[in-house]
């Protein structure tokens, strides 16, 4: 099936850091989503995109859709304490999401 | 709002036993499924809905069923429980089929089997 591969699969950093992952495909995907999920709890939609090229902001988060549309980056910036979790990226196909493997962060005080 | 309700939240089963996971949402969206979330495999879907008395498989639809009798629940049943059903189960709603604005996700049920 298809498959979108996220790296890095995890990541230690300092608080204060800024912090990049990227979910790629081989096939092309008309929209992008970025979740995040904290522990013991559902994932929880961060961003959406839906053009090639655009570039999205939610406070600290900036993702970008490739103009490829086969990737997608997402970065944290000035990172805190609470952006510890999973990160998944998902692409729509028909009726359905296909999720990433996902990055797990992890933020150091 | 309380959004999409799972129940339980922890089960444990021994191997051969049947159960059946409850979700409910109270958004009157059409689209409802379910997800398992094993290490290092991301979220896997089973089964889907995309409307009452409207079902279909997901990539890993084996050893489980699923019916949709009103828009706001969608039950998932093990028929009988095995030890590679050991997984956190996530389910999710959207308002339509063409879920681009986003799921909103259940808090999970995590289920072990031994």
């Known amino acids: 099936g298809q498959q979108l591969n996220q790296s890095p699969q995890s990541m230690f950093i300092q608080e204060g850091e800024d912090v990049s992952m990227n979910c790629t495909s081989s096939?092309?995907?008309?929209?992008w989503l970025w979740y995040k999920q904290d522990p013991g709890e559902g994932p929880v939609l961060l961003i959406a995109l839906y053009k090639a090229g655009e570039l999205t902001s939610n406070g600290r988060l900036t993702a970008q859709f490739g103009i490829t549309r086969k990737d997608s980056f997402l970065n944290i910036s000035a990172s805190i304490p609470s952006d510890v979790g999973i990160y998944f990226c998902a692409v729509t196909g028909t009726y359905k999401y296909i999720f990433g493997t996902g990055t797990r962060l992890k933020v150091l005080a | 709002n309380a959004g999409v309700t799972q129940t339980p939240k922890f089960q444990v089963l021994k191997t051969g036993q049947s159960m059946t996971l409850q979700c409910a949402q109270d958004m009157n969206h059409e689209y409802m499924s379910w997800y398992r979330q094993d290490p290092g495999m991301g979220l896997r879907l089973i089964h889907y809905?995309?409307?009452?008395?409207?079902?279909d498989q997901g990539e890993v639809p084996n050893g489980y069923n699923v019916s949709r009798s009103t828009t706001e629940d969608f039950p998932l049943r093990l028929l009988s429980a095995a030890p590679s059903q050991t997984s956190v189960y996530f389910c999710?709603?959207?308002?339509?089929?063409?879920?681009?604005?986003?799921?909103?996700f259940g808090s999970g049920t995590r289920l072990t089997v031994v």
């Open positions: 999710a709603s959207s308002y339509s089929d063409r879920v681009v604005e986003g799921y909103t």
């Open positions: 096939s092309i995907f008309n929209t």
């Open positions: 809905s995309v409307g009452a008395g409207i079902t």
